[in-house]
């Protein structure tokens, strides 16, 4: 191996209990994509932000090119060549693209665009430098972010769960950008926990698992069930079976639904339709930012329609359009949302005050008083069933780690007894047991008769529990899909919006 | 590379610090104090007549205490409404305007039956007060939930008017017309003033009415599911929206309670020390109680506390007004002063200062 272009000797980060990253050893070699491979909360995030001088680390040194490297800041990482494209966006939607770069880049605005226009033939990141941001794919939004990299000729590149925002075709144009970008000399730091992926194009892998490297591998040697195995110390979680069953009564319809937010950059919703039965799970693919934000709050309630458009959501054959979502869970709604602080569940606020927020009509509140001591009972309930792991009914949901707050969240909703459950990306940001608990749980439910609809990035899991998909793509909802007779790729075309064709 | 970095800067607590919040007030009051008496020192004046005077003399002069429990009242009143409000993320600055208003109508019946009698009149005054300040914040509830007017502009602005309609009925139709043309109401009759309970001093009932109203209001914000619903909207809008708590819902309620208990201690104020409607029936009481529910950390068990420190500054600033010829300017001064300290020492309760380590010069 060359020289190391970076090497980590002993990084240790701790926040408070957390011991984010332990004694950890990395070297990076020059030209070579490199891969950082862990579940969610192995402590990726937290080194990422070590190596691009966000945080500082408690111990340990590292050595950029073999010379000590301290960073004071992002900005200084930048001055040293370390770039980083985050996995949420950091344009501003309003400016074009352009714009966008010179307000971080010096230099002459025609110098810039021809900097531009030259990088992107050079390493296939073709994109308009006069469109405005909010014009722009997702995909082409992340070229706009790594060009912005770029143009400070960065010698590493980290680029944080770059693919979790992709639809299937355009990871194969970014994977093309990234060996370009190697050939040409830059190393490119990759996060992932999708093992496939990282076969396919990384030259090396550091496993981290709970803030500790527990391998150096090639991926190219080793399957995916090597890798799974190195991650989360053990085989990859079966998919948990769904016993055959004739669907019951509809629970949910939607029937022509349109919509058009305030929020000039919200998505507006096309004459959406799709029908859920008792007994079956029903997923809704598709990147969100097309229409996945709008949907869910139409379908909880949090935002009604007028009333003489009520027709257009039904609920246990009820038209709902124009109620709450208070009284919708008088029906035998249950709903987890994809934000679980603030929305899920109030920050500064303990376990059973938050379990008061949707199961308050159990028996938690008498004669207008809260009734603690069984808003107690009902918590330690829920963390009991739910394997939530904290110190009680007491502690504030903000100190609870993000697997274990949903673990709470889906356990509160579900001790409603819901006839209709509703999940929006319910293991974003869980940890890999976490979200298996939770689709078990979710094929369980299903197999009990309840119907349930699932809003998800991840293919592989509508894959795992759903049986039929839908794709919502620039606010327009595909036909059902049987999950049986299809394949990723034909969701994938949906999701570039083009349709069922080939 | 910069060499910003010589300063401590702010890192946020993991947990807000328990400790540091009940420290604050006390932390805030002590630094006010200093800063206001070195204030004091450059004016020429001798501090530590003025600190006997606004500081000592208030609490153990009986005379001097009894009225600051008489200031207690209204401050204690208004504070716990609004920090109910306050609570729920709901703005309400206009409890100036909703006093007036609560002391207009109370002040109705005595100026339109002078010659009522009956043990009924002073609580009939009192309920009349609290429902016209209710009505009044009513106004700003109404905008803010149709038209998204921001709240705190109504109601600030309210005050003002609020101001012209007392002025209007006291140069115009409620003028005593044996009062000389001041702009004062007739004296109100003995049962439209709320009895005495300490002898010799003016300490009337509307203390324990307002004592009685803390102790509902911590009962209404910490064990009640509706203070529980303001809670989350103020804590968390968007899960009040998830959970289905109703936002309109919130503000009416922030706003009427705040409007009430503003109200009522308006009518207290004219059918207590004053015993007439005439301009200067509020001293900054609605201003002042904005202080006094922060500085209780919006509890209603702080507020009891904060809104005697409050009362005191009024008094001990009255007396040094004598006794150590301060400036009236002096009691405005202090109070914003203790405001501005309370905020940046709560700052502390979320956030601790961190000092950078020095660093070991990286060539750049």
């Known amino acids: ?502 | 590379m910069s060499a910003a970095r010589i300063w401590p800067t702010l890192v946020r607590r993991e947990r807000p610090s328990l400790y540091l919040k009940v420290l604050a007030p006390l932390l805030a009051l002590v630094a006010a104090t200093l800063i206001n008496l070195l204030l004091y020192l450059v004016m020429g004046k001798d501090p530590l007549a003025v600190f006997h005077a606004m500081i000592l003399e208030p609490f153990i002069s009986f005379s001097s205490f009894s009225e600051v429990l008489l200031k207690t009242g209204p401050l204690l009143l208004i504070a716990e409404g609004l920090a109910i409000g306050y609570r729920a993320k709901v703005f309400n600055i206009g409890a100036e305007g909703q006093f007036i208003i609560g002391a207009i109508f109370a002040s109705a019946l005595p100026v339109w039956y002078p010659m009522a009698t009956g043990q009924w009149i002073w609580p009939t005054m009192l309920l009349a007060g609290a429902v016209g300040g209710a009505l009044w914040a009513g106004i700003t509830a109404f905008w803010r939930v149709r038209l998204r007017a921001n709240e705190i502009l109504v109601s600030l602005m309210l005050s003002l008017v609020a101001v012209q309609v007392l002025n209007y009925l006291l140069l115009g139709p409620w003028k005593d017309p044996n009062g000389f043309n001041f702009p004062q109401s007739v004296m109100f009759q003995y049962d439209a003033m709320v009895p005495l309970i300490i002898p010799g001093t003016r300490v009337n009932a509307s203390l324990p009415i307002a004592l009685a109203l803390a102790l509902a209001a911590y009962v209404f914000m910490q064990k009640s599911f509706i203070g529980y619903k303001l809670e989350v909207g103020g804590l968390a809008p968007r899960a009040a929206g998830y959970a289905g708590f109703s936002e309109g819902r919130a503000i009416w309620l922030s706003l009427l309670i705040g409007g009430f208990a503003a109200g009522l201690a308006g009518a207290a104020e004219v059918a207590g020390p004053i015993g007439q409607l005439q301009r200067s029936i509020s001293t900054g009481y609605g201003y002042a109680a904005i202080i006094v529910a922060y500085l209780g950390g919006l509890h209603p068990i702080g507020i009891i506390f904060s809104s005697v420190v409050m009362a005191a500054i009024y008094i001990g600033g009255d007396n040094a007004l004598v006794s150590a010829d301060l400036p009236i300017a002096a009691v405005r001064v202090f109070q914003g002063s203790l405001l501005l300290a309370y905020l940046m020492a709560v700052t502390f309760v979320r956030y601790r200062l961190a000092f950078p380590r020095p660093m070991s010069g990286a060539p750049a």
């Open chain 1, 1 to 502: 191996m060359a020289a190391p272009l970076l090497s980590l000797r002993g990084i240790s980060k701790r926040y408070g209990e957390v011991r984010a990253n332990q004694a950890v050893d990395i070297d990076v070699a020059p030209r070579s994509i490199h891969a950082i491979l862990g579940e969610n909360g192995a402590g990726k995030s937290t080194l990422m932000k070590l190596i691009y001088g966000v945080e500082t680390p408690d111990s340990g040194e590292m050595l950029w090119q073999g010379v000590p490297l301290k960073l004071a800041s992002p900005a200084a990482a930048r001055r040293r060549g370390i770039g980083m494209v985050f996995q949420h966006f950091s344009l501003f939607e309003t400016l074009t693209v352009i714009e966008n770069i010179r307000l971080v880049v010096p230099g002459q605005t025609r110098a810039l665009i021809a900097r531009i226009r030259e990088l992107g033939t050079e390493f296939g990141l073709e994109v308009d430098p006069h469109a405005h941001v909010h014009e722009l794919s997702v995909g082409e939004r992340q070229r706009v972010e790594i060009i912005r990299c770029l143009m400070t000729d960065p010698k590493l590149l980290i680029l944080d769960e770059p693919t979790s925002v992709l639809p299937p075709q355009s990871v194969d144009k970014l994977f093309d950008t990234l060996l370009r970008l190697r050939d040409g000399g830059v190393s490119v730091l990759f996060i992932s926990h999708k093992l496939e992926e990282i076969r396919a194009i990384c030259d090396r892998a550091t496993i981290l698992s709970a803030g500790k490297v527990t391998g150096h591998v090639d991926p190219r040697e080793h399957d995916a069930h090597d890798l799974a195995r190195m991650m989360i110390g053990r085989d990859m979680p079966e998919p948990p079976p769904r016993t055959p069953s004739e669907p019951g009564e509809t629970m949910l319809e939607l029937i022509g639904l349109t919509y058009t937010p305030d929020d000039p950059f919200g998505m507006p919703l096309k004459d959406v339709a799709l029908t859920l039965r008792a007994g079956e799970i029903l997923g809704i693919a598709g990147i969100s930012g097309n229409g996945q934000a709008e949907l869910s709050e139409l379908i909880s309630g949090e935002i009604r329609l007028p009333f003489e458009n009520r027709e257009q959501v039904q609920m246990m054959g009820e038209p709902v359009g124009h109620l709450g979502p208070a009284e919708r869970r008088q029906l035998g709604f249950a709903f987890v949302p994809e934000d679980r602080l603030g929305r899920g569940a109030v920050q500064g606020m303990s376990l059973a005050r938050n379990s008061l927020l949707t199961a308050h009509p159990l028996g938690l509140v008498r004669h207008g008083l809260i009734a603690m001591a069984q808003a107690t009972e009902f918590t330690r309930r829920c963390i009991a069933d739910h394997d939530v792991r904290t110190s009680g009914a007491e502690a504030e949901a903000s100190g609870l780690s993000g697997g274990n707050l949903q673990k709470f969240i889906v356990g509160r909703e579900m001790m409603l007894a819901p006839k209709l459950f509703f999940l929006a990306q319910p293991t974003w940001g869980v940890d890999i047991g976490a979200a298996t608990a939770i689709r078990q749980k979710l094929v369980a439910l299903r197999n009990e008769g309840v119907a349930i609809l699932v809003i998800s990035e991840e293919i592989d899991e509508l894959f795992d529990i759903c049986d039929r998909i839908q794709v919502l793509s620039q606010g327009r909802l595909s036909p059902s899909l049987e999950t049986r007779e299809t394949r990723p790729e034909d969701i994938g075309r949906y999701m570039i919006g083009a349709g069922a064709a080939a």
